[in-house]
């Protein structure tokens, strides 16, 4: 990089110069917007977070998915100004739904951006996701949003471009939150661009469980073991409270952290689908790579969804964003 105080920037204006006709970097804004307004009034979509979890949220703009993605500083949660001119980019006349990961900030800053921007006019709904059940059922409201808010973002997105209402895009993207559920571990700390070295030290044979993507430490550390207990770890909380078993089809999302290699990120992928087959619970979508990430983090967080018919449906739906594309 050429500066700490600039990487987010150009991180950004990077990004819309490559995908020119899909996305484009409002620099006055801070925000990055669709290219092409929809043809159409629909609902529209807006999210955001800490910069330094890509392609999370700005990869995840353009049809099909989010209007407008507010990037803060790195693991900084954008400011209200930010999230109001996103809305306002999205706004076509039948409201705007704001998807928020639980983190303080972003609860706070979308939260008052709201109040604001009804005030103005402008019909506002908002879906809290909370997928990380690295917490306990007694720490509920501790609960981060992971991996989970990319399927949100997918899938309610699809919903909006079919033409669903803001109730009905709202009811959907909140039916993704309840039926997922992620755990993640990680085995080394991320680097910060202006620490310039690794946040914390790990010892080489330890790693961490239950960690998020804001370079912090996990809720424990063991010994290394090998994937299939890392395998074991990721799915032991998911399946208890997702209950899944014979007959349950579910959208699995592995994602690297930053500096996992594809080859354990499948090796991964296909040790899970094994231990839920075991149980008779049927992947019937998988995405694997690099979705959710921690800067350089070498570690993986797994994302599991209970799908029905009808969400199945809107995953395959096509889309065109930097990051997810697929479909006509």
Not at 111 to 139: W, Y
Request: net charge negative; with cysteine.
């Amino acid at each position: 990089m050429n500066a700490s105080e600039s990487v987010v920037t150009e991180y950004l204006r990077g990004l819309a110069a490559s995908h020119p006709e899909v996305i484009e970097f409002n620099s006055e804004a801070r925000i990055v917007q669709r290219k092409l307004l929809p043809v159409q009034p629909k609902v529209g979509l807006i999210s955001g977070g800490g910069s330094g979890c890509e392609p999370m949220h700005s990869g995840y703009v353009g049809f099909g998915g989010l209007d407008a993605a507010c990037p803060g500083e790195i693991f900084t949660s954008p400011v209200p100004a930010q999230i109001m001119a996103a809305t306002e980019r999205a706004e076509s006349g039948r409201g705007v739904l704001y998807i928020i990961k639980n983190f303080g900030g972003e609860v706070m800053n979308f939260g008052l951006s709201a109040e604001i921007m009804k005030r103005k006019g402008i019909e506002i709904s908002k879906v809290l996701v909370n997928d990380d059940c690295s917490f306990p059922i007694s720490q509920f409201d501790r609960r981060r949003g992971l991996g989970a808010t990319i399927l949100v973002e997918k899938i309610a997105g699809a919903a909006a471009q079919r033409g669903d209402d803001l109730a009905q895009v709202t009811s959907i993207a909140k039916k993704v939150v309840t039926n997922s559920r992620s755990f993640g571990v990680a085995f080394n700390s991320c680097t910060t661009p202006k620490l310039g070295h690794p946040n914390f030290e790990m010892p080489e044979d330890e790693f961490d469980i239950g960690v998020g993507i804001g370079g912090d430490r996990g809720h424990s550390r063991s010994k290394m073991v090998s994937a299939n207990k890392i395998a074991e770890i990721l799915i032991e909380q998911p399946v208890l409270e997702l209950e899944l078993a014979i007959g349950k089809k579910i959208i699995l999302l592995i994602s690297g952290l930053g500096s996992t290699p594809s080859i354990e990120l499948y090796t991964l992928s296909g040790i899970i689908q094994d231990k839920l087959a075991s149980v008779g619970t049927v992947v019937a979508r998988s995405l694997v790579g690099n979705f959710i990430t921690s800067l350089d983090s070498f570690g993986v967080i797994a994302t599991f969804l209970v799908a029905d018919d009808e969400l199945l449906e809107l995953f395959d739906s096509p889309i065109d964003t930097p990051a997810l594309r697929w479909g006509n």
